[in-house]
């Protein structure tokens, strides 16, 4: 729902009709349905937009920050998802513009006021944020982003201050690819400087955000036993220097097909729902390799993967089964006044099913993008996860355990169960029309989903079925069947006897990772 505030010289009564005339067609022209009854009050919407703003240019005068706090405001009170559950985002909550522009100004910054708004930031709302800088919100949602190549996570000893990172993998074509850094190095120091945590408020982790800088490398000993009490990490005179610059992760980072006792073993380690049409095309034709190959069973890597687009999970579902199409892959759960509006005009857009097609559309229903999808079939399938598994990850998890086996291997996952959108400063919170004087944009949490089974608030992550943590001094090679994960997925695929090892891992405390690192981490939104 959005309240537009204007000059109190408005009588009480036309700002009354003008705030439910605005309620009723901003939400149809946000959600581009095609309504003809509520046509004569988009025409009378327009006029008095356009009466209300005739006096302000955006060209005549710079931004303030009350101007942003005020689309802060609009925009959070529009798609919140947890509007109902923050009295300063009430409807009723100010009774005149005065008293609204008062609030407002009390924020020193539009952040210090987005970040008063969400709701319950332990558990609930942990992934909303807002940016001065949409453009490079949008690279990233592109995949675009500055890296040097070196993907890692930073893990503490329990038991002492000392952080280390651990590469996880590397991306091909990268700085970090030409210096000759590979998955399982271990570094503690960047630019001399070795890293530590003692809270969210004293650490130096940092240092990784800058565009360039040194790692000093170590070695990590786990002295072979489960406890981590006697756990080395030693410092060597090897330093990396590693630069950052402007790069496109393809998020297909391997893909295998492997025999093994008669079982022919899909394999795609999958880094990020990036939502773009080329890795959409990517993806669905790795499917179709796996289909040509004549795949028995698949393994689907998502341990480094923070999620991402709501429609290229879905279609990941879709490509993975195929028996379901029309059936409810996962359906959406929005504040009351979205709830209400959907459920009385457009129940089917809180639904999104498996489908045999990935399609997309412009505004005007134009087709810009449309594929057959590769079905599997399968009514089994093998997920690798990590604590760093976030989002549309868990969404392929919770959406698809209804109607297949789900084996999940690895370790817990993050507990993200809801989807944010960009939301722009201009007249539908969109793109087109956005405001010239300013590049800020939220992407607050907007819905939760459930399965069809109605399973959600999953907050505390997914739980495996084979629990195993990576030992981050035996990594191994990802893609490898000796790959420990990997390995033990093949390992129930084939039956065959195997044994899990956690020794020296199992206290190690994960602190951050080369992408949660990064401002814009762990999303799942909708294109």
Not at 99 to 127: C, I, K, V
Not at 165 to 191: H, M
Request: charge should be negative.
């Amino acid at each position: 729902m959005v309240i537009y505030y204007y000059d109190e010289s408005f009588d009480n009564l036309l700002h009354k009709i003008f705030k439910l005339i605005l309620i009723q067609v901003n939400l149809t022209i946000i959600l581009r349905l095609n309504m003809p009854d509520l046509k004569p009050y988009f025409y009378l919407c327009v006029l008095l937009l356009c009466f209300t703003n005739c006096a302000k240019d955006e060209d005549d005068s710079p931004v303030t920050v009350s101007d942003i706090s005020d689309f802060v405001w609009r925009g959070m009170n529009t798609y919140y998802l947890y509007k109902d559950d923050v009295p300063n985002l009430s409807d009723t909550r100010f009774e005149t513009t005065t008293a609204y522009q008062s609030y407002l100004n009390n924020y020193a910054s539009p952040e210090d006021l987005f970040y008063s708004l969400l709701y319950n930031t332990d558990t609930e709302d942990r992934f909303s944020w807002i940016t001065d800088d949409y453009i490079a919100l949008e690279q990233f949602f592109d995949g675009e982003t500055l890296s040097h190549g070196m993907e890692y996570g930073l893990v503490k000893l329990e038991t002492a201050d000392v952080v280390f990172g651990y590469v996880r993998y590397v991306l091909p074509g990268t700085d970090a690819e030409s210096k000759g850094v590979k998955r399982g190095d271990i570094f503690n120091r960047v630019d001399g400087v070795t890293l530590y945590y003692n809270s969210a408020s004293d650490t130096n982790i940092d240092l990784l955000e800058a565009d360039s800088y040194d790692i000093g490398m170590a070695t990590y000993n786990n002295q072979g036993t489960v406890t981590t009490t006697d756990d080395v990490v030693t410092s060597t005179s090897e330093e990396i220097s590693l630069v950052k610059s402007t790069y496109t992760e393809n998020p297909i980072f391997d893909q295998e097909v492997l025999d093994i006792n008669g079982k022919k073993i899909g394999y795609l380690m999958y880094s990020g729902f990036t939502g773009t049409d080329a890795f959409d095309s990517q993806l669905n034709s790795a499917f179709g390799t796996f289909k040509s190959e004549g795949i028995t069973d698949l393994v689907l890597d998502l341990r480094y993967n923070p999620g991402g687009s709501v429609s290229t999970a879905t279609w990941l579902a879709s490509m993975i089964t195929g028996q379901f199409t029309g059936d409810v892959f996962v359906r959406e759960e929005w504040n009351s006044d979205w709830q209400a509006y959907f459920e009385d005009y457009s129940p089917d857009d809180l639904l999104n099913p498996f489908v045999d097609v990935m399609e997309k559309q412009t505004t005007s229903n134009t087709v810009t993008f449309s594929e057959t999808i590769n079905h599997l079939n399968f009514s089994k399938v093998y997920v690798l996860t990590s604590q760093s598994t976030a989002s549309a990850s868990e969404l392929i998890i919770n959406g698809l355990t209804p109607y297949i086996d789900v084996v999940q291997v690895g370790d817990v996952t993050v507990g993200k169960y809801q989807a944010s959108r960009t939301v722009y400063d201009s007249p539908t919170f969109g793109k087109s029309e956005v405001n010239a004087t300013h590049t800020y944009a939220m992407q607050p949490l907007i819905f939760k989903s459930l399965n069809a089974n109605g399973k959600t608030d999953y907050f505390d992550g997914l739980n495996p079925d084979i629990y195993l943590k990576e030992d981050y001094g035996n990594l191994g090679v990802l893609g490898t069947v000796s790959e420990p994960l990997l390995a033990a997925a093949i390992s129930d695929i084939t039956g065959t006897s195997r044994q899990i090892s956690t020794s020296g891992t199992s206290s190690l405390k994960p602190l951050a990772d080369s992408k949660s690192i990064h401002p814009f981490s762990e999303s799942m939104y909708v294109d």
